[in-house]
């Protein structure tokens, strides 16, 4: 017996089991055990592991694909052969994805079932020890290569996502679908103060939109236990729930504090849920939770940063009625340029913010130069001049501000090179620069100056016109006039 290469039979069907026993016993050459369910399969095999497994695919408690996917995790040499009553594209893929050598469909004939299992053996006995130990290490290594593959897969996703928590949970569901093949996928927030769920995003995997659905208040309960234990759980029913054959949730949490909870479903017979896929849950759902973490805590340093420098367009406006009106005009201008000139989200950002911030150098003019009533002379405009320059100054020591303040330095060039305070020209000007100019001279010609009235729109118009590719690029010039 100890010789003998050794066969477990799985069927839940007492009569199938027996004729495959008989069958395989006749021969003389396997040492044969037989069992009725999945999990009495596992059982046995993690006690004594086997060469190969012919195992029944419906069955309760444990069905045939999560016996191979949980037999492949411990012994990945054992050659596994599907039978069912119930084939399909589906099953058959997933069974061979698994790892099946081969699959049959009942009803079978025993002859190619004998010839399937003796081929197989034939080819265990050919390969010596040595390079079974191979074959398993390699077996092993590839499924680990996979796993790190998958995983560095859902943290660059999740980096990539958008600028708002909707993008980001739109993100964490896609990828929870994609890298589990689940049905179904959801996030609920957490209230944990008032023990409350509310849905967020409910997504099918054959649903082109995302929804919310009352349907998962079904699921509270079970919500609720991980969220007390803060840890990630897979559920595969026994067919004593018509909730879902196989779960998936793992809770998403701030500061050990967990905020919300995501959760996939699948009903299909042939896929459940495996150990690996709750590996990837849980790394995805940690991972989200630190990005979310960490916008939060960049929103924050960046909301008080930005008020920090709004105080001080508040202190300029209190000297210059003029410069704060002007800067948040410059900044809704030059959005709308750039909105129509259909730029990244991140550039209409960081165009806001430079519009916003923009004369912020200004602080640092003289109140003799910057609210003199009339012309001024080539000395106090050579001070006005230093405003671009010392609005980098300002912001150079905030990191955050890294793109903005080389808008802010060149919002003044020229695109004939006859601007300040480098006097580069053309494209060499930054482009968010380049709008952000358009912008500052339509709304300076628009508005009441210390020194005069404001003009109407159409000379401001006229002067965009004459300037272009001698002050303006004529391509900003043609965004910004379709604005208004």
């Known amino acids: 017996m100890e010789n003998k290469q050794s066969i477990l039979i799985v069927d839940d069907d007492t009569s199938t089991r027996n004729l495959i026993a008989d069958a395989l016993k006749e021969e003389n050459r396997y040492y044969i055990r037989d069992v009725d369910s999945g999990i009495k399969a596992l059982e046995l095999f993690q006690e004594k592991p086997c060469d190969l497994v012919i195992s029944d695919l419906k069955m309760p408690g444990m069905d045939g694909i999560e016996l191979l996917n949980r037999i492949q995790e411990i012994h990945p040499t054992t050659s596994i052969i599907i039978i069912t009553g119930y084939p399909s594209v589906d099953i058959s893929v997933s069974a061979m994805k698994s790892g099946a050598i081969d699959f049959l469909e ?25 390079d079974l ?28 996502t958008g600028s708002n ?22 996030i609920v927030l957490f209230d944990e103060d008032n023990n409350a769920f509310y849905p967020q995003i409910v997504k099918n995997r054959n649903d082109g939109g995302y929804n919310t659905d009352k349907a998962i208040t079904s699921l509270y309960v079970m919500f609720r236990d991980v969220a007390q234990k803060k840890e990630a759980v897979l559920i595969n029913s026994n067919g004593d729930t018509e909730l879902f054959k196989s779960l998936l949730c793992a809770p998403l949490m701030i500061r050990n504090k967990v905020f ?3 959760s996939i479903i699948n009903n299909k017979m042939e896929k459940h849920f495996t150990q690996k896929d709750l590996n990837y849950i849980s790394s995805l759902s940690k991972r989200a939770s630190l990005n979310i973490e960490n916008r939060m805590l960049y929103e924050s340093v960046f909301t008080s940063i930005m008020d920090t420098f709004m105080s001080l367009i508040h202190s300029i406006h209190a000297r210059d009625h003029y410069t704060e009106r ?34 912020i150098g200004k602080i640092a003019i003289p ?6 009533p009339g012309p001024l002379t080539n000395e106090e405009y050579n001070v006005i001049k230093t405003h671009p320059s010392t609005g980098e100054d300002i912001l150079s020591h905030i990191k955050l501000f890294g793109p903005e303040k080389k808008v802010i330095r060149h919002h003044h060039e020229r695109w004939d090179g006859r601007g300040y305070p480098d006097g ?61």
Do not use: W
């Open 106 to 130: 009942k009803p079978f004939k025993i002859d190619d079932l004998l010839f399937k299992v003796d081929i197989c053996m034939k080819e265990k006995l050919t390969l010596g020890e040595k």
């Open 367 to 372: 109140d003799s130069i910057l609210l003199k």
């Open 165 to 186: 928590n909707d993008e980001v949970f739109r993100e964490i569901v896609a990828l929870a679908l994609k890298v589990t093949g689940g049905e179904s996928c959801s």
């Open 326 to 359: 002007h800067s948040i005009n410059v900044s809704l201008l030059a959005v709308k340029t750039a909105t129509a000139m259909r730029l990244s989200t991140n550039q209409i950002e960081c165009l806001k913010i430079s519009g916003m911030l923009h004369d």
């Open 260 to 262: 919300g909870l995501l």
């Open 133 to 160: 130990d191979i074959k398993i290490d390699m077996a092993r290594l590839n499924n680990k290569i996979e796993e790190l593959s998958t995983i560095s897969y859902i943290y660059d996703n999740i980096e990539k």
């Open 424 to 484: 580069i020209s053309g494209e060499d000007i930054p482009l968010l620069s380049r709008i952000l100019a358009v912008a500052d001279t339509f709304d300076a010609i628009t508005n009441d100056r210390p020194y005069r009235k404001g003009l109407p729109i159409d000379t401001a118009v006229n002067k965009l016109n004459r300037n272009r590719n001698l002050q303006f690029d004529e391509t900003v010039v043609d965004a910004f006039i379709s604005t208004l």
